[in-house]
């Protein structure tokens, strides 16, 4: 079955940059039928999309715009992953992070375990 | 963007007892919308996708209606493995766009 392992730090200084992955299993970061999604999730701001990637024939990224000039999603094939880079992070990006897999309708059926990041110097 | 307006906040309900979740959309969005159960500690797991549709292994006292900007989630009798919160998203188009999560605990 598929499944999705996230790894990266769980502290993260002010001003610094954030940066998780997501492993994939059972599918691939290549696929024609799926899409890479980080979302995050906090009390003050509930769940909230930050972007996507996806292969068709090239590669898309797609980027909330209020993440746009700090955000970069990439994808590895030769490792079968994704990554998140968010800069000049504040403690307002601390957050419980969560990589899924968008298939057929825009459902997000698979998701990472999450990862809790707290920015704090 | 859109947003998605969920209600209640929470609720208290017993087992057996019937619960609707609401999710109102800023604009139309047709059938354009998945439910979502978020244990403590656990990752959101999708419920219904498309309004309606219920997905594989999912029991069948979820339900889910609605179209354009009114949707409703109903679980039919309340079982003790579903005391969670549950939440809506709207798959019409990007930014995707939660609601605020409605968590039902045990009367």
């Known amino acids: 079955q598929v499944q999705l392992q996230q790894s990266g730090p769980g502290l993260v200084k002010p001003s610094q940059t954030l940066s998780l992955t997501c492993a994939i299993s059972g599918d691939s970061v290549s696929s024609n039928r799926a899409a890479w999604n980080w979302i995050r999730q906090s009390p003050s701001r509930g769940l909230e999309w930050l972007g996507r990637t996806y292969y068709r024939s090239k590669w898309y990224y797609d980027y909330a715009v209020s993440a746009k000039s700090r955000i970069i999603i990439n994808a590895d094939t030769s490792k079968n992953q994704f990554s998140l880079q968010l800069n000049s992070v504040t403690p307002e990006d601390t957050a419980l992070y969560y990589c899924a897999r968008e298939q057929s309708l825009s459902t997000l059926d698979i998701w990472g375990q999450g990862t809790m990041v707290t920015v704090s110097s | 963007d859109i947003q998605m307006t969920q209600s209640p906040y929470s609720l208290s309900a017993s087992v057996g007892d019937r619960v609707t979740i609401t999710c109102r959309a800023s604009?139309?969005?047709?059938?354009?919308v998945n439910w979502y159960q978020q244990r403590p500690g656990k990752a959101p797991n999708l419920l219904i996708y498309?309004?309606?549709n219920l997905r594989s292994g999912v029991p069948s006292r979820f339900s889910g209606s609605g179209s354009g900007t009114d949707f409703t989630l109903t679980i039919s009798s309340l079982q003790p493995e579903d005391f969670a919160s549950y939440f809506c998203?709207?798959?019409?188009?990007?930014?995707?766009?939660f609601g605020q999560g409605t968590k039902v605990e045990i009367k």
């Open positions: 498309a309004a309606s």
């Open positions: 604009q139309s969005i047709s059938s354009y």
């Open positions: 998203q709207q798959s019409y188009t990007t930014p995707w766009a």
